[in-house]
Each structure stands twice: as structure tokens, then as C-alpha cells.
């Protein structure tokens, strides 16, 4: 089988790992893939949202199967495009993509389904966004509508901090259209998990847990990032919590969609908070989340192309989806500056792949024969283990052996675990 995998940063990495796994896969096609990723499939320099030419590509080298793993090309209907040739995709439409690219839409759809999410106010004028927040809760949480690369949510700590973000959002366009129109939420408190869902439109299949760390300092310091790193499972996610969930979020949300007329097939992802009132949810994607793919799919015992293809074809109930019983730890390590102003061009020596050690690569280039950075996030160090604290040993020992001189990873992924479990 020749397969195509849109994207290009470490989460495409591993699904391109998991991938190769199975022995009818003849060529994998990255589209645009990076440095890294050359090593383990084709990388063509066609970018993730150039859906004409993604299609043609596709056509024109008789691919069998396709990925689409970035939110934007699955907003933007690669996969009505790709399927109209008559090309089976792994990932949602576009009709049901929305579902992470409004988050008007995806409250409004929790409000009228009953699905338990924070209470919330949405806006298209700024003046009367400014006017709401004179009296409301603080924090509070102000979520840009649209894509905003995983940075358009401001947990605002005091009145003057959530004026600003509306004032950044809707007047001065700092996520451009995204920020037209704003949701102003209730500030949830409680553990974060991200649960990720292998959906046909009709069968749900739970991946393992996974704990993400979005602040770009020890000791959840510092502004906040794409994700420096995961853990999974969650140890906060039990497995009461987990019928829960199922019962009240998981497939209550792929019945709605239906109901909407808007089928999702693909990778549904889960950001959940453990309130003192039960799980509610912050919010949706319509896709595999980075970095959690790095400690997920390294757990995943059953075949990841035949699971994708089932959810293709609606027939998941017939495939079996098991995961290990151990635990995987990722760290990234990003550019120094990073999520700021940073260098890219920095020489990286990477360890080799081992049965329990990977390097994803998120943002590298090839120079010469070897690699340099090319990016904020550069790599997804990834450990797995029989339990968490042998995991994140692993992965740390495996950051001690990555020479990337301008490289920086925080010290502590999976300290918060480490104390649940401890509890």
C-alpha cells in the first residue's frame, strides 16, 4: 500500500512510525514531513494547506490511503477533497472539523446536547464583550472563535488582563478572523486530562490517557507553548471517571453530531477538566493533539492502519483497539527562546531508536548529511516503560544523549503525575 500523511512535526512523526508497522505499507508520502521525518518516509515540499495540490499529488501517485493530522487542512476539507477522487481518508470532513474550528459551534452544540462544559458567553462586538467584564467572575477564560495554532484561549487572572485579551482578540486582530468573535467562559478548576477517541461516527474506542505540561517553564512557569511535554496515562483519570466520560461526554458528543448531520469519522480529542462537579469538557479538536500522539501511540498494541481504516469505513465495532498496560513519557526539547523570539540552524546528534526509546522529530531540516533545528519544538523525546517513574527516567536519560546545543527541555514532565500517584 502506498500511504500519504499530511503534515509535518513530531505528532505526524509518530503516527509515520506507528504506521510502518504494518507490512502491506510499501511507501509513506509526508506532505510536507521535515528533516526528520525523511528518515522514515518521502517527504514532497507540498505545504499541509495546499489542498489542490495535495489532491493532485495523490492522484497522480495512486495513493491507497491518507492521513490528514493537521486541524487546518481538515477545516479546510482536505479530506471531502481526497475522498472525492476516491481516496479513503483517516480524519473528519470538513462539516464536522468545525467542531474545533468554532468554538462557538462546539459550546453552542454542548448547550443544546446537554454535554457538561463551563457556562459561557459569546460575542461579535467588542464594546459589549469590555461591558460583560466589568461584573464578571474572575479568572475568566477568553477563547478566540476560529484556528488560532493552539494559542487563541487567555486565562484571564484579573479584570484588566481579560479586557486586554478582547481588546488583542477582536479590535487589534492578533489571531486575525479567528478573534472576530470571542467566547467568554467560566473558569474551571480540577485536574486537566486529554483523553483521544478513535470514532467511526458511531463507535467510540478511548486511547490511553495522557497528561499534558503547556507552560514553557518548570514548575508550570512561563508563557504558555504548543506542549513541552506528556505523560500518559493520566493518573487522575481513573477508570470510574472513565465510564463517566463514556456516559456523558464521549458518546453523547458523537450522537449530537449526527444528529447535526455532521458525522465525525477519524480521531476525536477530549480536553477534559476533573471539576468537583465531574468531568467537564474545555475542548475539542478533530485530530491526533501535540505531543500527545508521542506518548499514545507508542502504547497502541493493535495495528494503527487497520484501526484508521475502520474508522474510514464505519466498521470499527469489528476491529479490536488495545493498549498497553504500561506508561510513556515525552519531553520536548524546544529552541532556547521558544515560544518566543529564538535561532533555528542549531547541528542536532540524535541516539538511535531502541525497543523502548524514539526521537520524534518536530522541527529539523537537513543540512549536508546531517540535521539542524528549524523550529520552536524540535524534538519529542519519547521513553515507554512498565510504570510512569521508569518511563520518565528513560526519557530523561534519553534527552542526556541528544547534542543540540541550543536546546532546552523542562526538568520536570510528570511531576504532577508522580504526586497523584502518590496520593
Given at each position: 500500500?502506498?500511504?500519504?500523511?499530511?503534515?509535518?512535526?513530531?505528532?505526524?512523526?509518530?503516527?509515520?512510525?506507528?504506521?510502518?508497522?504494518?507490512?502491506?505499507v510499501?511507501?509513506?508520502?509526508?506532505?510536507?514531513?521535515?528533516?526528520?521525518?525523511?528518515?522514515?518516509?518521502?517527504?514532497v515540499?507540498?505545504?499541509?494547506?495546499?489542498?489542490?495540490?495535495?489532491?493532485a499529488?495523490?492522484?497522480?501517485?495512486?495513493?491507497d490511503?491518507?492521513?490528514?493530522?493537521?486541524?487546518?487542512?481538515?477545516?479546510?476539507?482536505?479530506?471531502?477533497?481526497?475522498?472525492?477522487?476516491?481516496?479513503?481518508?483517516?480524519?473528519?470532513?470538513?462539516?464536522?472539523?468545525?467542531?474545533?474550528?468554532?468554538?462557538?459551534?462546539?459550546?453552542?452544540?454542548?448547550?443544546?446536547?446537554?454535554?457538561?462544559?463551563?457556562r459561557?458567553?459569546?460575542?461579535?462586538?467588542?464594546?459589549?464583550?469590555?461591558?460583560?467584564?466589568?461584573?464578571?467572575?474572575?479568572?475568566?477564560?477568553?477563547?478566540?472563535?476560529g484556528?488560532?495554532?493552539?494559542?487563541?484561549?487567555?486565562?484571564?487572572?484579573?479584570?484588566?488582563?481579560?479586557?486586554?485579551?478582547?481588546?488583542?482578540?477582536?479590535?487589534?486582530?492578533?489571531?486575525?478572523?479567528?478573534?472576530?468573535?470571542?467566547?467568554?467562559?467560566?473558569?474551571?478548576?480540577g485536574?486537566?486530562?486529554?483523553?483521544?477517541?478513535?470514532?467511526?461516527?458511531?463507535?467510540?474506542?478511548?486511547?490511553?490517557?495522557?497528561?499534558?505540561?503547556?507552560?514553557?517553564?518548570?514548575?508550570?512557569?512561563?508563557?504558555?507553548?504548543?506542549?513541552?511535554?506528556?505523560?500518559?496515562?493520566?493518573?487522575?483519570?481513573?477508570?470510574?471517571?472513565?465510564?463517566?466520560?463514556?456516559?456523558?461526554?464521549?458518546?453523547?458528543?458523537?450522537?449530537?453530531?449526527?444528529e447535526?448531520?455532521?458525522?465525525?469519522?477519524?480521531c476525536?480529542?477530549?480536553?477534559?477538566?476533573?471539576?468537583?462537579?465531574?468531568?467537564?469538557?474545555?475542548?475539542?479538536?478533530?485530530?491526533f493533539?501535540?505531543?500527545?500522539?508521542?506518548?499514545?501511540?507508542?502504547?497502541?498494541?493493535?495495528?494503527?492502519?487497520?484501526?484508521?481504516?475502520?474508522?474510514?469505513?464505519?466498521?470499527?465495532?469489528?476491529?479490536?483497539?488495545?493498549?498497553?498496560?504500561?506508561?510513556?513519557?515525552?519531553?520536548?526539547?524546544?529552541?532556547?527562546?521558544?515560544?518566543?523570539?529564538?535561532?533555528?540552524?542549531?547541528?542536532?546528534?540524535?541516539?538511535?531508536?531502541?525497543?523502548?526509546?524514539?526521537?520524534?522529530?518536530?522541527?529539523?531540516?537537513?543540512?549536508?548529511?546531517?540535521?539542524?533545528?528549524?523550529?520552536?519544538?524540535?524534538?519529542?523525546?519519547?521513553?515507554?516503560?512498565?510504570?510512569?517513574?521508569?518511563?520518565?527516567?528513560?526519557?530523561?536519560?534519553?534527552?542526556?544523549?541528544?547534542?543540540?546545543?541550543?536546546?532546552?527541555?523542562r526538568?520536570?514532565?510528570?511531576?504532577?503525575?508522580?504526586?497523584?500517584?502518590?496520593?
Amino acid at each position: 500500500m502506498k500511504i500519504l500523511v499530511v503534515g509535518g512535526g513530531g505528532r505526524e512523526h509518530a503516527i509515520i512510525k506507528k504506521l510502518k508497522e504494518n507490512e502491506t505499507v510499501e511507501q509513506i508520502f509526508a506532505l510536507p514531513g521535515n528533516g526528520g521525518i525523511a528518515k522514515d518516509a518521502t517527504c514532497v515540499p507540498i505545504g499541509a494547506k495546499d489542498i489542490p495540490a495535495i489532491v493532485a499529488f495523490a492522484r497522480e501517485n495512486a495513493i491507497d490511503f491518507a492521513v490528514v493530522a493537521p486541524d487546518d487542512p481538515l477545516v479546510l476539507g482536505a479530506v471531502d477533497a481526497l475522498n472525492a477522487e476516491g481516496i479513503p481518508c483517516f480524519g473528519p470532513k470538513a462539516n464536522a472539523a468545525i467542531i474545533e474550528g468554532s468554538k462557538v459551534f462546539s459550546k453552542n452544540l454542548m448547550k443544546k446536547y446537554g454535554i457538561p462544559t463551563a457556562r459561557y458567553e459569546v460575542f461579535t462586538d467588542p464594546a459589549s464583550a469590555l461591558a460583560y467584564l466589568e461584573d464578571a467572575p474572575i479568572p475568566t477564560v477568553i477563547k478566540a472563535d476560529g484556528l488560532a495554532l493552539g494559542k487563541g484561549v487567555i486565562i484571564a487572572t484579573s479584570r484588566e488582563e481579560a479586557m486586554a485579551a478582547v481588546r488583542s482578540m477582536m479590535e487589534e486582530k492578533q489571531f486575525g478572523e479567528s478573534g472576530s468573535r470571542v467566547v467568554i467562559e467560566e473558569f474551571l478548576t480540577g485536574p486537566e486530562v486529554s483523553v483521544l477517541a478513535f470514532t467511526d461516527g458511531k463507535v467510540v474506542r478511548p486511547m490511553v490517557s495522557s497528561m499534558d505540561h503547556k507552560r514553557a517553564l518548570d514548575h508550570d512557569e512561563g508563557l504558555n507553548t504548543g506542549g513541552m511535554g506528556t505523560v500518559a496515562p493520566n493518573p487522575y483519570y481513573t477508570e470510574e471517571i472513565a465510564k463517566v466520560c463514556m456516559e456523558t461526554i464521549f458518546l453523547p458528543t458523537v450522537r449530537a453530531m449526527n444528529e447535526e448531520g455532521r458525522p465525525f469519522q477519524g480521531c476525536l480529542y477530549f480536553g477534559l477538566m476533573l471539576t468537583p462537579d465531574g468531568p467537564k469538557v474545555i475542548e475539542y479538536n478533530c485530530r491526533f493533539g501535540d505531543p500527545e500522539t508521542q506518548v499514545v501511540l507508542p502504547l497502541l498494541e493493535s495495528d494503527l492502519l487497520t484501526v484508521m481504516q475502520a474508522c474510514a469505513s464505519g466498521t470499527l465495532a469489528d476491529v479490536e483497539v488495545r493498549f498497553s498496560t504500561g506508561s510513556a513519557c515525552c519531553v520536548i526539547m524546544a529552541s532556547k527562546g521558544y515560544p518566543g523570539k529564538y535561532e533555528s540552524g542549531c547541528p542536532l546528534t540524535l541516539p538511535e531508536d531502541d525497543a523502548d526509546g524514539f526521537i520524534y522529530v518536530a522541527g529539523a531540516k537537513k543540512e549536508g548529511e546531517g540535521l539542524v533545528s528549524a523550529g520552536g519544538r524540535v524534538l519529542g523525546v519519547t521513553a515507554v516503560a512498565d510504570d510512569l517513574p521508569t518511563a520518565i527516567q528513560k526519557a530523561y536519560e534519553r534527552v542526556g544523549r541528544v547534542d543540540f546545543a541550543n536546546g532546552y527541555a523542562r526538568s520536570d514532565i510528570g511531576a504532577r503525575a508522580m504526586l497523584a500517584l502518590q496520593k
